[in-house]
């Protein structure tokens, strides 16, 4: 007889249905119908017992970042197995950024190659249902003419050399062929790698789970392990729901490993949306939490954008292993981990690697790649909401603290068509500001705030400019670059909206400012003859 079906005992949750809530009103005959249905797939009474674990497929054949999708399954499904779990896969959505425009942040919640974290990070906050992360991981590095090169820094340097005619149109054909030698996400500190870093210390995953590579023997057990992590969080107490697990703490923590990473600007967008999720910890972080844990941070992972390596270095020396157990003294060890124990426990369980600074990217504190801060954000009245910049990633230091006159771009076609006319009228020590680009002016918020510099600076060896915008850029990209301006130019009451081509600009990351220097009734003027204009349009 199968006791679920008697009608005098109360009905247990299983087979995913939730104790108290039936889709018939009548809980025995939910239970009886969802089990018809299931066992269509063949499943048998023993295994519906099991504590089912729901894998998400994110491969698609367009997404090369989640190629290896296929293999992390079979390895995952390995682990619920083996630890008495019964695993159960389903697909959703990931789209890759080059093939989506005007960008794939328009499609966030639907998923993609480096948002693809953040997307199921915010579903399983709302859905508050215990979850795991296991990321594709890093691609490898390719060579050209004996020079390691990587998705996707090196696809900018080297666009920019073939810009200026340092390399030729064979050379740069050459290396279009090997930027991306393997499946993967890019293989240096962009917006894919930080997310997975911060994951590890949201400890979402263990902890060689953001640097293993994807086409590693590694990245296999990585996801092996996950499978059995995932039956046994299952089976821990209700604390271990991320709404209860992912405390405010946690989320300092997470801001730290993104300071100490000199991580990707995106993350700070996507950091906020994900405590937005957050019943509680929502509102108790705002962006001033990113400068005052900044100024406690070095930057100590050598990864380009901001240093020289790439992802698969930062696993030799131990990964987010490693470098968490130097952060020690700014985490919060008290921080609840998906296994129950705590972020310390935890660190207390497992030693960093051990071996001579000069074989390691991770460099000691007091002789960090950025002393700190490698991440800012700006206010002043060209940024009354805020605005973000990678200092650590600058090419021309001096720029950080810098006065110059704006040449203004109103919107990516503008910028298209002027930005390499010989007549246009700028030089090295003016600031490039481009309007219209913010999640309104144009939808998405595109990653077109890394503005080329103009060709006729870069062919006489300008390597970078200041250049401020509302939108995104690549987490691979470097330069003095000042991005997601708030208000966006957009917003009829911003004041990115009515900066004009001569205006004096003032950038100083150290005092955190960005200010253009005309008065507060030259602002308001601006800002009225705009709006009568808008209404005449
Ligand atoms: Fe997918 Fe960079 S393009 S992670
Ligand atoms: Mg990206």
């Known amino acids: 007889m199968n006791s679920d079906y008697d009608l005098d005992k109360p009905i247990e949750a299983k087979v995913g ?14 239970l009886f119908l969802r089990k018809v249905f299931i066992k269509a797939l063949g499943y048998s009474e023993k295994s519906l017992e099991k504590p089912i674990i729901g894998i998400v497929n994110t491969f698609s054949g367009f997404n090369p970042c989640h190629a290896n999708v296929p293999q992390l399954i079979e390895a995952v499904k390995r682990g619920v197995h083996l630890n008495g779990g019964l695993a159960v896969e389903f697909p959703t959505i990931s789209i890759h950024e080059s093939f989506s425009s005007p960008t794939s942040m328009y499609l966030r919640n639907l998923t993609r190659c480096d948002k693809t974290t953040v997307a199921q990070l915010m579903g ?6 215990p979850i795991l992360h296991l990321v594709t991981g890093p691609m490898m590095t390719g060579k050209f003419k004996g020079v390691r090169i990587g998705a996707c820094t090196d696809c900018r340097n080297n666009w920019a050399k073939f810009r200026v005619g340092e390399i030729d149109i064979e050379d740069i054909s050459a290396i279009n062929e090997d930027l991306a030698p393997t499946g993967g996400t890019c293989g240096v500190m962009g917006t894919a790698s930080t997310m997975a870093c911060v994951l590890v210390g949201l400890v979402l995953m263990p902890f060689a789970g953001a640097t293993a590579a994807a086409v590693s023997s590694a990245r296999l057990r990585v996801a092996e392990k996950t499978g059995g992590n995932a039956v046994k969080l299952c089976q ?8 209860t697990l992912l405390t405010r703490e946690a989320f300092l923590n997470a801001i730290t490993v993104l300071q100490a990473i000199g991580g990707s600007t995106n993350v700070v967008v996507h950091l906020m949306a994900i405590i937005g999720r957050h019943p509680s910890v929502s509102g108790t972080i ?3 939490t990113f400068n005052e844990i900044g100024s406690k941070t070095p930057l100590l992972v050598d990864l380009k954008p901001s240093g020289s390596n790439y992802m698969t270095d930062f696993h030799d020396p131990g990964g987010m292993l490693s470098l968490l157990h130097k952060l020690k003294p700014l985490l919060h060890l008290d921080a609840l981990t998906t296994t129950g124990l705590t972020l310390g426990q935890e660190l207390a369980k497992a030693a960093p690697m051990s071996l001579p600074q000069e074989l390691s990217c991770i460099q000691p504190f007091d002789k960090p790649l950025y002393a700190k801060s490698s991440l800012v954000v700006l206010k002043g009245n060209l940024a009354l909401g805020g605005a973000v910049n990678k200092a650590s990633a600058s090419k021309r230091r001096e720029l950080l603290n810098h006065i110059g006159h704006a040449v203004i771009f109103k919107n990516s076609i503008d910028l298209t068509e002027r930005i390499d006319d010989p007549d246009l009228d700028v030089n090295p020590d003016d600031i490039l500001v481009l309007q219209n680009i913010g999640p309104v002016g144009n939808p998405g918020m595109p990653e077109a705030g890394i503005i080329p510099i103009p060709r006729k600076l870069s062919t006489k060896g300008v390597s970078d400019m200041i250049r401020i915008s509302d939108g995104r850029m690549s987490g691979t990209a470097g330069g003095t670059i000042v991005l997601h301006v708030s208000p966006e130019a957009a917003n009829p009451s911003s004041v990115l909206g009515i900066v004009q081509s001569g205006d004096t600009i003032s ?3 150290e005092a955190r400012t960005l200010n253009v220097d005309i008065t507060e009734e030259e602002i308001l003027r601006r800002q009225e003859d705009r709006k ?6």
């Not at 249905?17 to 939910?30: C, I, K, W």
């Not at 821990?236 to 709404?243: M, T």
Request: aromatic share 4%; no cysteine; proline share 2%.
């Open 17 to 30: 249905l939730r104790q108290g809530l039936t889709s018939y009103g009548d809980a025995h005959f939910s």
């Open 124 to 129: 399983g906050l709302s859905a508050n249902k």
């Open 236 to 243: 821990q107490s209700e604390s271990l729901r991320p709404q």
């Open 286 to 288: 705002t962006l001033e």
């Open 507 to 509: 950038l100083d990351v």
């Open 532 to 537: 009568e204009a808008m209404t005449k349009e």
